[in-house]
Structure formats: C-alpha cells, structure tokens
C-alpha cells in the first residue's frame, strides 16, 4: 500500500522516548515534516532523525497538502486543541492522551472529527499491550462460555514506579525555554484543584480505560463512591462498568519496579495481568489465569516478545490504509473524560470544596 505521509508535533521527551523513533521505523510510514516552536531542539530532532521538513509551529505543519496524518504531544491542555486544529485542516490524528482535560474540549474535538471527516486515534498503549490483549482474548472467551461463571469484580491497582525503566539513549536538548501553555480543565473546576485534578487524570484515565477495554463497556460505566485523601490522588475509587464493580487504587511509592496491576474475578477463577513499566521495550504484561473447579489450574502463556508503544504506532498506520476502526478512538475516549470530571467532582464534593 501507499505509505502514510505523516508530521509530528512537538520534540519533546515521549516523541523522542517513544514516538519518534517508532513511526520513523515503520514500514508503511514516512515521517516527511516535524513541528517545533524551539527551533534550535527542532533542528536537532529533525537532523537525528533525517526528517525533510521542519515548520515552526503546528500552523505551518498542517498547512501542508502533503502531510496525510500527524501525531501530537505536547501540554495536556494544549494537545487538545492543535488535535482539533489538525483535523479541521484535513489530517488524520494520533495524540497522546489525555485527549481532553474537560468534556466540553473533548465534544469539540468529536464535533471536528464529525465536521471534518478524519480520525483521531488516542494513545492508550496498554490496548496495544501483547499480554493485555491475551488476557482479553481469554476474559472475552470465559465471558462467552460461562465456564467460570460471570465476572464479579474487577481490581486494579496502581502505586506506579520507575516508568522510564533506566532508559539509555539521549534525549536531545537546547537551553531554549519551554513554551507556555495553557493549564485548563472543566469550568466547574476551582482553580486550586486544578493541578491536582490533572495529575490524577493523566495518571490513571490509562487503568480506567483499561477496564472499560477487558470488559468491552463502552460508555457503560459510572462512578459509586470516591475516597481520595486530600493531595486528590491517593486512595480508593469505585466504578461499576457493564454492571461489575471495579476497583481503583491508587497512590505513589518510591519504587525501582513498576507497582501495577490488574485482575478481574469471575465466580470461579481470574484472569490476572501485571504492567510493566511503560518505557520497557519488549516486555508484555505478565498473565495469570487461575481456573477453579474439579481440577485446580494455574496457567501462565507467555505473549509475544513486543513493545506496546510501537504496537500502537503500527496499529495507527495500518488503521488508516484499510479503513479499520482504531482500537482506541476519539469516540470512545469521551467515557475517559466524562468519568474523570465525575470522580473529581465527587472527591471535592465530598471533602465540602466544591
């Protein structure tokens, strides 16, 4: 097929880390133009990376008729309008996630993804993730045979870590200063809570997507009760997606590993999943599959040796040469950011700050 002729925004640390070095390796993808407003870090990027053009801001990028699709990272707040500003100039989008800080940014995105005709693909890595996808595969299959019964609850667990792993290789820096952007969120939102509000967003709108994905919710899903501690972080969230009760646990902890996990009962067993940390090349989620009954079994299949960044990234430029659905769309995404503007207002709610 024709290669996908596709510009990057931004040259910061997860388009070098990650993005960058993923989209310019594949096959089916030719990186032709890169935006940057430092120009000395856009110069350097651009020459490590032999990419033909670099613009000075996303403008001049999405003015170009050969550009197909972009990919976007930049400040939470910000990602969200050059996406949308993409997108009415007629390109594809991948964006980093958050999509959206509010679900009032994230209508308008939907409103340009409808106005424009184009898609936008959001990078929850962990759907790309070869031992999440097994652990789905075999959820979705004891969902459908009953053979353990029905799903009872979902636990996920998420203290975090060391998420760069001790990654080597250089990321590349100029004394330019970082740009400003907006910090922005819902408009029901106190300022004083904002930063709070974005850090638990940013952090774990990944595990509730997760849990929507393994149980094919969709939009159903809703928030019970939220226990956070007052830094808006720590503590406990109870959701109920496609009728099961799931938990979320979160907090922080000074830890060389990664503290993540992810298990959904069923009435007589579990499918268990373990996260690696994200900047890991080429180590899958661990899977434990536990079957109750007559005979007692413990299963651990062992997924292909892949990196969920670059699954995600192949999955993206394959999506748009045959016209599939993404994994990971716009659309489904809006469930994200309308269950974190629940469980926040709630938490401030609660604690009588709202």
């Known amino acids: 097929m024709t290669p996908i002729r596709f510009g990057y925004v931004g040259c910061g640390f997860m388009a070098q880390a990650v993005h960058l070095p993923n989209f310019t390796t594949l096959p089916d993808c030719e990186v032709v133009a890169l935006a940057e407003v430092r120009g000395e870090l856009g110069r350097r990027v651009q020459a490590h990376y032999r990419i033909p053009k670099l613009y000075s801001d996303h403008h001049a990028l999405l003015a170009d008729p050969e550009i197909d699709a ?15 500003d993409a997108l009415l100039a007629g390109k594809h989008v991948f964006m980093e996630k958050p999509m959206a800080v509010s679900l009032e940014q994230a209508d308008r995105l939907l409103q340009a993804v409808r106005q424009s005709g184009k898609r936008l693909m959001v990078g929850y890595m962990k759907r ?46 100029s004394d330019e200063p970082m740009p400003p952007a907006p910090v922005t969120g819902p408009a029901w939102l106190p300022a004083e809570h904002l930063s709070a509000y974005i850090g638990y967003l940013q952090q774990y709108t990944h595990n509730v997507n997760l849990m929507r994905w393994l149980l094919d919710a969709g939009d159903n899903a809703h928030v019970r009760i939220v226990d956070l501690d007052d830094d808006g972080y720590t503590g406990v969230v109870i959701l109920e997606i496609a009728g099961v009760r799931c938990i979320l646990e979160s907090g922080r902890v000074s830890h060389y590993a990664w503290d993540e996990h992810t298990q959904v009962y069923f009435r007589h067993g579990w499918v268990k999943v373990w996260s690696p940390p994200l900047l890991q090349r ?4 661990r899977v434990e599959i536990y079957r109750g009954g007559a005979e007692q079994v413990f299963q651990q299949p062992i997924p292909p040796l892949t990196w969920s960044y670059r699954q995600e990234a192949a999955h993206f430029i394959a999506c748009l040469q ?32 709202l």
């Open 128 to 173: 790309y993730d070869a031992g999440n996808v097994l652990a789905k595969e075999t959820i979705t299959r004891y969902r459908t045979s009953e053979e353990l019964g029905p799903v009872t609850y979902i636990r996920n667990h998420g203290f975090c870590g060391d998420w760069v792993a001790g990654r080597d290789g250089t990321i590349l820096r």
């Open 282 to 285: 080429n180590a899958p989620a």
């Open 322 to 353: 045959s016209g599939a659905d993404f994994g990971s769309s716009a659309e489904d995404t809006r469930t994200d950011v309308r269950l974190f503007e629940e469980i926040f207002r709630a938490h401030l709610t609660r604690r009588g700050l």
């Open 70 to 84: 972009v990919g976007v990272s930049a400040a939470f707040a910000l990602q969200g309008e050059i996406a949308r």
